[in-house]
């Protein structure tokens, strides 16, 4: 039937206790992933402990795929998940929780990319190999190999179909909070600053320097919805050393001060 079977063996037990010991049986394989496709007895299930609780290492796997390093993710995963079964500790709940884990951390860089991620596993494929995931640790890494392996070649894609001033963009979007300007966005892309100004504003129509001051602006506006958030603090949180010039750059931008805007705001939430 091309099918696999796990088979779990019960004690003899009388009619009445027939349906409890069929759950004990449904409980034991839930909680053997490991001996997915093998015969076991339940004596021998139910004399194994499950301590503590399994978990992955998000900041190790963050990092791993902002480097698009699917080598070292699908080892770690597999060390992990072999770790788990040895320790008894890996079940189908374990592995659902390993898995929405790499998938949030894969839809978030799929996102910085402005990727559809749900487009892109909304497949037969993709949908049969999540489903089978939990089955078994084999499984699992066959469904984050196939779940890398597509987000990574659509990321390289998109990288090389972008513009300059889209690259840019990006940057300036994952690091406006930091102390960044022409110079060093240039050296980030391995270009000449006063070239990489050129296009930018013949792509854009606008200065480098205006782009992150407006985007450092959006946020602060952002921030200023707020009202538990100091204005000082604001202004910190999006890249500005000096409250004065902040203050200046964001009446330029908004017409107002930022004091003034939250004013606005306030007023126009109590009127809503």
Same mark, same amino acid.
């Given at each position: ?21 069929? #759950?004990?049986?449904? #409980? ?89 991620? %749900? !487009? ?45 001033? #889209? ?50 602006? #959006? ?7 707020? %009202? ?12 500005? !050393? ?31």
């Amino acid at each position: 039937m091309n099918s696999i079977l796990t088979v779990c063996i019960c004690n003899p037990c009388r009619v009445e206790n027939l349906y409890s010991m069929h #759950q004990e049986a449904i #409980q034991a394989l839930v909680h053997n992933v490991a001996d997915y496709g093998t015969c076991f007895h339940l004596s021998d299930a139910q004399a194994e402990t499950i301590n503590g609780s399994f978990t992955l290492d998000t900041k190790k796997l963050e990092e791993s795929v902002f480097k698009r390093d699917k080598r070292a993710i699908l080892q770690y995963v597999k060390d992990h998940l072999e770790e788990g079964t040895k320790t008894k500790q890996l079940s189908i709940e374990a592995l659902q929780s390993a898995r929405q884990t790499l998938l949030q951390i894969v839809y978030v860089e799929l996102a910085k990319a402005d990727c559809k991620a %749900p !487009d892109l596993f909304n497949n037969a494929v993709a949908q049969e190999l999540s489903e089978k995931s939990v089955q078994s640790m084999m499984d699992f890494i066959r469904w984050a190999n196939y779940l890398l392996s597509t987000a990574f070649s659509k990321l390289e894609l998109t990288a090389r179909q972008e513009t300059i001033s #889209q690259k840019v963009h990006r940057y300036i979007k994952e690091h406006y909070a930091e102390n960044i300007d022409r110079n060093s966005i240039a050296e980030e892309f391995y270009v000449n600053p006063e070239y990489l100004g050129k296009i930018y504003k013949r792509e854009t129509g606008k200065n480098l320097k205006d782009a992150v001051s407006e985007y450092r602006i #959006q946020k602060a506006k952002e921030l200023l919805s707020h %009202p538990n958030i100091r204005i000082g603090e604001i202004a910190m949180e999006v890249g500005f !050393d000096s409250f004065a010039y902040f203050s200046t750059l964001f009446k330029k931008y908004t017409g107002t001060t930022p004091n003034e805007y939250r004013k606005n705001l306030n007023v126009e939430t109590k009127e809503d």
